[in-house]
């Protein structure tokens, strides 16, 4: 029988100054390839596409795994990662390197490779949508309403009043009034999904009730935001008309025609790959669809996924195969073009914006925090499990800047708007798991 040998490693006597070496090595020929690059350097326009591409990753990533180790999703350390190549940092401190890297054109490539990230992460969250695992109906439907009725109206109260810095200049007044008020009405499902994870609470009842309301929640925001779109006549060729009658008969051909299609697809299919080849077709001709008649590509993308069939075990795996390459690769991309559109220096020499910022980061948080947390306890649910709910509802996520991207493509939101939306969506997700563990830990009084 052969022996092991055993692993060697080098002592750290050795292995230290060797990496501390190479550091110096790579920093001295960063330096001088640098100042050509940056100093106006010419760089092949692909490489300097990749090396872009590289460098988002490395960051989001990075900061993902750091987060991760606070006990934060770690979606949340890669959207701060985008936000931090931005000019909110990056640009502050190493404009010249920010330039380099963020060309137009840079800019362009990176925006196309997000978007298929974002259709991806759409039809995933549409595949993820079960309304038939409902918990208690009563509490259910309460908690919808209230959560997301009372942040609408709050919103559109807040809207009203600060059209002049919200609003972009071209903005339809009614169309950003309702825009606004949904953006604050949103709970991201995917990521109260792995909050829920993290707690130890995805198999619990509460648990399952907050996933039931943020499904529905999610559901109605998108049916909400597709009406606003078809109705004010953005984009497609500006007729809310003809692109309200294109989006109800693209919906009703879906389920009468595509929905049945596919649930024979995946039972007659046996192989993965070419599954995956026919949803992935149909979910970025749906994309390309709804951008031609005048509504978002994800909006197509969510709704291919909801009408894929349920419960089949190929469908469970590509969902793993195409989860892990959105998240991984084409999200991130999405994250930095995020954080390049969001400058914390709108803030900066704006008494009033800063005002601003704060009046609707509160509302959003109160208003959420009310309406569903005290629906459901008007429904029934025990008085602590209604605070949990309420906080849990507050986790707004990746929707909600995929919402705010939305505001800004379609002139809706100006970018401080759309800088205060991105920055209430960060904080209200970071502080979702902290408060759920203190009310955890939390002792429960008899009778609450």
Known sequence: MTAIKPEIRPAASTRWPAVALGLVVLAGAGALWGNGLFAGGKADPLARFLLSAAVIL??????????????????????IGGLLLGPSALGL????????????????????????????????LGCELRLDRLTSRRVVAATVVGGMGLPFLAGVAIAVPAASMLAAPSADRTTYVLFFGLALAITALPVLARVLVDLGMDRTRLGATAL????????VAWLVL???????????????????????????????????ALALLVRRVRSPQVLLGCLAVGAIGFAGLTQQIGLHPVIGAFLFGVSVPRGAP??????????????????????????????????????????????????????????????????????????????????????????????????????????????????TTAMSGPIMRRLNRAPVQAGA
């Not at 039931?212 to 559901?219: E, H, L, N, P, V």
């Not at 704060?358 to 959003?364: D, K, Q, R, T």
């Open 58 to 79: 490395l960051v989001c990533h990075l900061f993902g795994w750091i987060l991760r180790r606070f006990g934060q999703p770690p979606v949340l350390g890669e959207v």
């Open 93 to 124: 401190v190493w404009p010249s390197a920010q330039d380099w890297l963020f060309t137009p054109a840079v800019l362009a490539g990176l925006s196309q490779a997000a978007q298929l990230g974002l259709i991806t992460f759409m039809f995933l």
């Open 212 to 219: 039931s309301c943020a499904a529905i929640g999610d559901g």
């Open 226 to 260: 597709t009406v606003i779109l078809a109705a004010s006549g953005l984009g497609g060729n500006g007729n809310p008309v003809a692109t309200a009658g294109l989006a109800v008969a693209l919906i009703v051909v879906t389920f009468l025609l595509v929905r049945p």
């Open 314 to 427: 190929i469908i469970a795996e590509i969902g793993e195969q195409l989860q892990g390459f959105a998240l991984a690769i084409l999200l991130p991309l999405f994250f930095a073009g995020v954080g390049i559109s969001t400058s914390a220096g709108l803030l900066g020499d704006n008494p009033m914006a800063w005002l601003l910022f704060a009046g609707v980061l509160a509302v959003a948080i109160g208003a959420k925090y009310l309406g569903a947390g005290g629906s459901a306890r008007l429904a029934g649910l025990p008085k602590h499990e209604a605070r949990q709910l309420g906080t849990l509802m507050n986790c707004r996520g990746v929707t909600e800047l995929v919402v705010a991207t939305i505001g800004l493509q379609y002139g809706l939101l100006s970018e401080l708007g759309f800088t205060i939306v991105v920055l209430v969506a960060v904080i």
